[in-house]
């Protein structure tokens, strides 16, 4: 599913996300990162170069529900975005995914193509703002682990976020 066009529009928007930490393959981009705090939620963009996926916060707890015990010839490592400085209040919410699982052979996956949005009800605490995010950015041949810190500045202090083209996180 695409993202709605406001939340297009708000991701897009100018000011206070933080600079952008681009990840690279044979030095060609392949995703980028960016973060703000805004209305009490963090919000993390993700940007995929064509040809480029990446995946859901949940993967792991998708696929054991579609694998019910049975195992798995291999499962794609989700996202995973440790905070510093910020304590959830809440839930996790992202885009909604695309399936791109392969029931044939047993290996069940979801994730995201050109972008995706993450955010999460938070409250500061003491220090600096980061987020620690790991995954994978793959391509049909080939896969990059992720391991970035993105450096988030203050709270923008506007009104709560319209995420209602989001989904909750399992």
């Known amino acids: 599913m695409i993202l709605p066009l406001f939340l297009l529009f708000f991701a897009s928007a100018s ?3 933080s ?14 990162y960016r973060a703000r705090l805004t209305g009490g939620h963090l919000l ?7 040809g480029w996926h990446t995946f859901t916060l949940d993967n792991d ?8 015990g049975k ?3 291999g499962v794609d490592k989700p996202t995973t975005i440790a905070l510093q ?10 885009s909604e995914p695309k399936d791109f699982s392969q029931p044939e052979i047993r290996m069940f996956t ?18 600096p703002v980061q987020l620690r995010i790991r995954g994978q950015a793959c391509t049909p041949a080939v ?28």
Do not use: M, Y
């Not at 600079?19 to 995703?31: F, S």
């Not at 993390?44 to 064509?50: A, C, D, F, M």
């Not at 707890?61 to 019910?68: D, I």
């Not at 896969?143 to 399992?170: F, M, Q, R, W, Y």
């Open 15 to 17: 000011g206070d996300w």
């Open 19 to 32: 600079k952008a930490v681009q990840v690279t393959h044979d030095d060609q981009p392949c995703i980028s």
């Open 44 to 50: 993390v963009e993700t940007r995929l170069e064509p």
């Open 61 to 68: 707890k998708r696929a054991a529900e579609k694998l019910a």
């Open 71 to 73: 195992k798995a010839l």
């Open 85 to 94: 400085g910020l304590e959830a209040t809440g839930a996790w919410l992202q």
């Open 110 to 127: 979801w994730g995201f193509e050109k972008q995706a949005l993450f955010a999460l009800p938070v409250k500061r605490t003491e220090g």
């Open 143 to 170: 896969c990059k682990n992720v391991d970035v810190t993105v450096e988030v500045p203050g709270d923008a202090g506007a009104a709560a976020p319209n995420l209602s083209g989001l989904i909750p996180v399992h």
